[in-house]
């Protein structure tokens, strides 16, 4: 049953998302577009509260309250950026405004919107694990089950800080490099 409610959530997420871009631009609804826009939030309530009623109705915890936690994570750390970029796109498909900006290929802001990325990251990790925390301290004997995919989700993390740190490294070693260049010139 929790899956079920994950997956319609998910599925919510997106439809509450173009919903409320299909009011705000075609029908000419800002208010109304931004009521269903608000409403993409109460969508990781709906699945934290499912998450609680399983654990509380004596469900054993596992890997799908695992999801669930993972999804609300991700949802508080990237939600806002997503609704952003898919509300500048929607203004330029659907009320003709300005093509949205292309992110940068490289250089200072490439390295800063890495880095900014991976602390995104970093929340959602937050976030994802407190709840498996929580939800094992509910649940009473869950902490294996809860907190496996953490495990993973810590070498997802790593590797990504990794990858989104070289992007400073590589930027300054570019600039070091130039520098030097115009000394000898």
Do not use: N
């Not at 990781?44 to 669930?68: N, Q």
């Not at 940068?104 to 919107?113: Q, S």
């Amino acid at each position: 049953m929790l899956l079920a409610v994950i997956a319609g959530c998910e599925i919510g997420f997106w439809v509450l998302l173009a919903a409320g871009m299909v009011t705000r631009y075609l029908l000419k609804l800002p208010k109304v577009g931004m009521v269903l826009l608000a409403g993409v939030p109460l969508v990781d309530v709906v699945m934290l509260v499912a998450g609680v009623i399983d654990l509380r109705g004596g469900g054993e915890p596992s890997f799908k309250h695992s999801l669930a936690a993972i999804f609300i994570g991700v949802s508080v750390a990237f939600g806002h950026q997503t609704v952003t970029w898919a509300d500048s796109w929607a203004a330029h498909w659907l009320a003709g405004a300005p093509r949205p900006a292309k992110p940068p290929k490289g250089g200072r802001e490439r390295a800063r919107r890495e880095r900014q990325g991976w602390f995104r990251h970093l929340l959602a990790y937050a976030i994802g694990c407190g709840l498996m925390l929580g939800l094992g301290v509910l649940s009473g004997d869950g902490y294996d089950a809860l907190l496996g995919p953490a495990w993973t989700w810590t070498i997802v993390l790593v590797i990504d800080a990794f990858v989104s740190f070289s992007y400073s490294y590589t930027f300054d070693s570019g600039e070091k490099q130039e520098s030097r260049e115009k000394q000898t010139v």
